[in-house]
């Protein structure tokens, strides 16, 4: 990955389910997702999904289910085993949240938590090619450009030194450490790939992330976000 400012980005990975993962879960039909919405009181076409509200219910379609389960929507589904294993390794940067499973197979209920990333890798660098293009000064619509040099996402000085960390707006992938794969290496973690390469140049029109509170703690997102006005 080279170095930036000094910095060695050959440390950081990707934590990612991986293109050929047999186990993607998808969201429970029977239970009922809430959501906050969201009104734009001058675009109509602003109207969206913000927050989820309710705790999220998913079905696994593998049996037995690995240790890490993510949904074809990128949220990411923890088993105790592997919430042990990370907080006796002593990981940073993560929280977790109520979720609820079960098998498709069998309708067995699998105890799970959903994993938040709090650790923070900053707004993305504009030489990765991703800048903010639009904000609603009404609903505070964000829209940023496409992703052009993955290799300039990590910046040294925006890092916090957390083990998990988020690089804005790219919420949905999870850097993470050396230190991470070490311990998933050594723990033989199932259902989650440490990739070395970051993410490839979109081919879109960019990214419409929403806010940092739709992916992080409410404490968490405050404090990183507000100034940012990103919250």
């Known amino acids: 990955m080279g170095r930036l400012g000094g910095f060695d980005l050959d440390p950081f990975l990707l934590f990612t389910d991986g293109a050929q993962n047999p186990c993607i879960a998808d969201t429970d039909p029977d239970a009922v997702i809430e959501y906050q919405m969201i009104n734009c009181s001058m675009f109509p076409g602003h109207r969206r999904d913000g927050r ?3 705790d999220l219910s998913i079905v696994i379609p593998c049996d037995p289910p690995p240790d890490v389960i993510f949904t074809w929507m990128s949220e990411c589904i923890v088993q105790e085993r592997a919430l042990r294993i990370f907080k006796e390794a002593g990981l940073t940067g993560f929280a977790t949240r109520p979720a609820n499973a079960r098998l498709k197979s069998n309708g067995k209920s699998v105890a799970v938590r ?3 990333v709090t650790g923070w890798g900053g707004i993305a660098p504009a030489d990765s090619g991703v800048k903010e293009v639009g904000r609603c000064a009404y609903c ?3 829209r940023y450009s496409e992703l052009e040099e993955p290799r300039d996402l990590v910046s040294a000085k925006n890092w916090d030194g957390s083990d998990f960390f988020m690089i804005w ?3 949905r992938f999870r850097f993470v450490t050396a230190r991470v794969g070490e311990v998933c290496k050594e723990s033989g973690l199932t259902g989650v790939l440490l990739e070395r390469n ?3 140049p979109q081919i879109s ?3 419409s992330p929403g806010r940092l ?4 703690p409410p404490e968490r997102a405050h404090a990183l976000g507000d100034a940012l006005q990103i919250y």
């Open 169 to 171: 707006p790219l919420p």
């Open 205 to 207: 029109s960019g990214f």
């Open 213 to 216: 509170s739709y992916y992080m």
């Open 114 to 116: 959903e994993l938040l």
């Open 52 to 54: 989820r509200v309710s």
């Open 198 to 200: 970051f993410p490839a």
């Open 140 to 142: 505070g619509h964000l």
